[in-house]
C-alpha cells in the first residue's frame, strides 16, 4: 500500500507495541533432519504465547537474499531495505556510536599496506590489532589539517577498519571508494560525481596524500584505503509515518544508532538483560513502541557455537515471562535476519516470527511452539520483513479504514 | 528486489542445481475430495525428498491466471512472465525448431475456409489433416516470391496450424492480427504500428494476396490468417543474470527452443528417459544448472487420461533415484503449470513444488510426500513461480550478502 495513503489512515491510541528482536534468530539443523537452534532450545515461555498467537515466515529482503544488519533492521522497522538503505560509511559511523551530523561525508577505511612503488600489498595491513589502530587513529588526527577550515574525524572501529568522518559546508557524498579491492596496484584517487561530491574528494584526496606522509614509517599499516563514502540522508521518522513515539533498548552501538536513524529515543546503555527490562518498565508509560534488541544469538551464529546460541535463547525466553507484568497489547518476538550455527554467517532463510496480542484482536493458529518448521505452518503465512509493521500497528488499532 | 541489485550479488563456486520439471505437473482430484495425480502417485523417491526437503505451492504468473507453455518456463527459469514473455510467432517458430533470426518477423498462420464473397467461414479450414498442411506449405513456398528480395519461410505444425517466418533488412513486429476470430466477415488487412513495421505489413499483405490466388481452388483451406507477428526480442541470458552455465535436457521442439531463448546450450535431443540421464551424467561436470523437461504428464492431463499421467510421474519418481549418484547440491522438482486430467488443458491451480538441498543449507519442514495438499503447507509457503530460481540460487550459496 503506497505510503501516502497509509499515513492518512494512522491514527493514535493508548496501546503499547513491543517488537522483542533476537538478533540473527533464524537458524538450520546441525544435521539433516534435525532441530534448528530455536527448535532446540527450552522455550515454555514463548511456546506459551505461540499458541495464544500467531507464527509466520519474514524475509527481510526478498527470496534468497542474504541481508546486512543494516537493511535487515529497516525492513523490520517498515522501512524497504533496498530503497533506504544506508551507506556503508553511515553504518559504520552508527558502529561506532559517532553523531553523523548534516555537514558529515563518513567513510569505511582500511589500514593497509604498500610498498615503496605505491602498489598495495596487503588491503588490511596483515590485521593490525586494535590498539595499534588506536595510535595511528591519534597520530593522523593530531598530525592532520586539512585546508578551507574543513574538520575531519578519524574512529577506531577494531583490527584495521576505522571510521573517517570530513565535516563542512555543502559537502556531496557521491564518491568512488579509493580501495579497488585489489593488491598489486595503487589505489584510487577520489573523484567527486556531482559538484558538491567534488569538493569532498578534494578534500579526501589531501587527506590521503598527507595521511601517507604521516605513515610513511610505519608498518604494515603505512597506507589508508577508503570505500562507502555516504552522507546521511535522513529518512521520514517512525513518528512521522506510522505516528508512534518509539523507544529503543539496546546494547550494541549500531543498533542503537539504527533506531536513532528512524528517529527512535535511544535509552541509555544497559549493562544486562536485567537492566534491559527495567529501562522497559521504567519508560512504559512514555513510549508507543519498543525496540528491544538481544545481541548474542547473531554472535553465537557467527562463531558456529549451536549450543550457546541455544543458551542465549533460553535466557530470552526466562526474560520473555516478565511481559506478563506489563501486559502489552502487541507483542512481536522475531530476529532481524537468520544467522544459522552450521554457515556461521548470515543467511537468506526467512526469519520465524510470533505476533501475540493481548487486547483480543489477534488471530490465532494451529500451532503451539516457536521454531522454524512450526512458523512454516503459521497463520501469519511468508511475508516481506517489512510489512510485520502493519500487522503490528492494525493489532494494536491505529490504522482506520480505508474506503468507505 | 530489483534486478540491478540482484545482479551485483551474484557468485559463482563449483554448485550443481538440478531443475526436474514436470510438463502441467499440478493436478486436481478425480472427485470431490479424492486425490490428485501426483497424490495418487507412488513416489517412494521423491517422498523421501520431501520428508528431507521443503515444500510450496508456485503461481506461474499470478492468481487465477493460467499459462501457456511460454510464459510458464519463463518463469520457472526467473524472468518476468508477463514483461519478458515471447510472441506467439516465435513461440510457433520454437515449436518447430525453426532458427530465428534478427532479421525475421515471425506469425502463426491458420489454413482456413473463405466463401466466393471473401467472407471467413471456418476459421481451422474443417481441421484438415497435417499432411495436407504440409503439401499446401511446399506449394506456397514454391508458388510465391516477394518483391525486393524480401524472403519468407513456411513451416507446417499440426492439422490446420503453420508457422510464417518473413525475412529481410529492418522489418519490426508491430502488426495487427489479419484473424478478426469471428466468421462471416473477411480477415483484416494488417497495418504496421510504426516504419520499420509497415515495411513489413506491406509484404505481409503482398503474400496474403499471392496466397489467395495460389489457393483459389483448394477445399476447405483455401486461404490464410494470421497472428502474433513478432520478432525476437533477446532476453539477457540466464548466465548473464545468474552467473550459471546451464544446459537443457529436452526431448520436444518447444521446451528446447525456450531454453535456447535464455541462452542454455541444449544438448541433442535423447530419446528416452535413460538417455536424458546419461546425458545429464556425462555433461555434469561442465555446467552449473540443468533443465531436465518431462512432457507427458502434461501430454496426458491434456488428453484426459488421469490413470496414464499417474503412471508417468511413477516413471519420473524412478529417475529420481538416479540423482543419488551425481549428488546435486540443489534439486528443485516441479512443474511449469497444473494440466489436471478431469480439465483436459492448462489450469490457473498453482504447482507443487520441492526445493532439496545435499549441502546442509537447506530448511525443512513438516512434510513427508510430495503432493498438492501437503505442498499448501510447505515452509516454502505459496510464492510466484519466477521467484523459485531466487531460492535454487541462494541454496547453492550463488547470492552474496545485500548491504553490511
Redesign the interface.
Known amino acids: 500500500m503506497q505510503q501516502e495513503v497509509l499515513r492518512t489512515l494512522i491514527t493514535n491510541n493508548d496501546s503499547k507495541i513491543i517488537y522483542l528482536i533476537m538478533d540473527g534468530l533464524g537458524g538450520?539443523?546441525h544435521?539433516?533432519?534435525g532441530k534448528t537452534e530455536l527448535e532446540t532450545a527450552n522455550t515454555p515461555n514463548m511456546n506459551k504465547l505461540a499458541a495464544e498467537g500467531i507464527l509466520g515466515?519474514l524475509d527481510p529482503?526478498?527470496?534468497?537474499?542474504?541481508?546486512?544488519?543494516?537493511?535487515?533492521h529497516l525492513a523490520l522497522f517498515g522501512y524497504d531495505?533496498?530503497e533506504d538503505?544506508?551507506g556503508?560509511g553511515i553504518?559504520s559511523a552508527l558502529g561506532v556510536d559517532f553523531p553523523v551530523t548534516e555537514k558529515d561525508v563518513c567513510a569505511r577505511l582500511n589500514f593497509c599496506t604498500i610498498d615503496t612503488a605505491g602498489n598495495v600489498t596487503d588491503r588490511r595491513a596483515g590485521r593490525i590489532p586494535t590498539d595499534l589502530n588506536e595510535k595511528l587513529c591519534k597520530k593522523l588526527q593530531e598530525s592532520i589539517s586539512l585546508s578551507d577550515d574543513i574538520e575531519f574525524f578519524m574512529r577506531t572501529e577494531s583490527e584495521h577498519r576505522a571510521l573517517l568522518v570530513i565535516r563542512g559546508e555543502g559537502l556531496g557524498g557521491n564518491i568512488n571508494d579509493t580501495d579497488s579491492q585489489k593488491t598489486g596496484v595503487p589505489s584510487l584517487i577520489a573523484e567527486g560525481k556531482d559538484e558538491s561530491s567534488k569538493k569532498t574528494a578534494k578534500y579526501v584526496n589531501e587527506f590521503l596524500v598527507k595521511a601517507k606522509e604521516v605513515l610513511r614509517d610505519d608498518h604494515p599499516a603505512n597506507f589508508i584505503l577508503a570505500r562507502?563514502f555516504a552522507k546521511n540522508e535522513p529518512l521520514l521518522t517512525m513518528e512521522e509515518r506510522f505516528g508512534i513515539k518509539c523507544a529503543a533498548i539496546a546494547q550494541y552501538p549500531m543498533y542503537r544508532g539504527l533506531a536513532r536513524l528512524v528517529g527512535m529515543d535511544v535509552l541509555p546503555r544497559p549493562e544486562t538483560y536485567d537492566a534491559m527490562y527495567e529501562q522497559l518498565a521504567e519508560n512504559y508509560d512514555a513510549y508507543d513502541f519498543f525496540f528491544i534488541h538481544f545481541k548474542k544469538t547473531d554472535s553465537y551464529g557467527e562463531d558456529g557455537n549451536f549450543e550457546a546460541k541455544v543458551k542465549v535463547i533460553e535466557e530470552v525466553d526466562n526474560w520473555v515471562k516478565k511481559l506478563d507484568q506489563l501486559n502489552p497489547e502487541v507483542l512481536v518476538i522475531t530476529g532481524d535476519h537468520s544467522t544459522?550455527a552450521?554457515?556461521k554467517?548470515?543467511?537468506?532463510?526467512p526469519v520465524p516470527a510470533l505476533l501475540h496480542c493481548r487486547n483480543g484482536f489477534g488471530r490465532i493458529d494451529h500451532t503451539s511452539s516457536f521454531g522454524?518448521?512450526q512458523c512454516?505452518?503459521g497463520g501469519l503465512?511468508?511475508m516481506l520483513m517489512k510489512n510485520i509493521i502493519l500487522e503490528a500497528l492494525a493489532s494494536a488499532e491505529r490504522i482506520m479504514k480505508f474506503g468507505a
Chains 1, 2 share one sequence.
Open positions: 538450520l539443523p544435521e539433516l533432519g515466515l529482503i526478498g527470496y534468497g537474499i542474504t541481508p546486512g544488519s543494516g537493511p535487515a531495505p533496498v538503505n544506508v556503508r553504518l562507502g544459522p552450521v554457515m554467517s548470515h543467511s537468506w532463510h522454524e518448521v512454516g505452518q503465512g511468508r
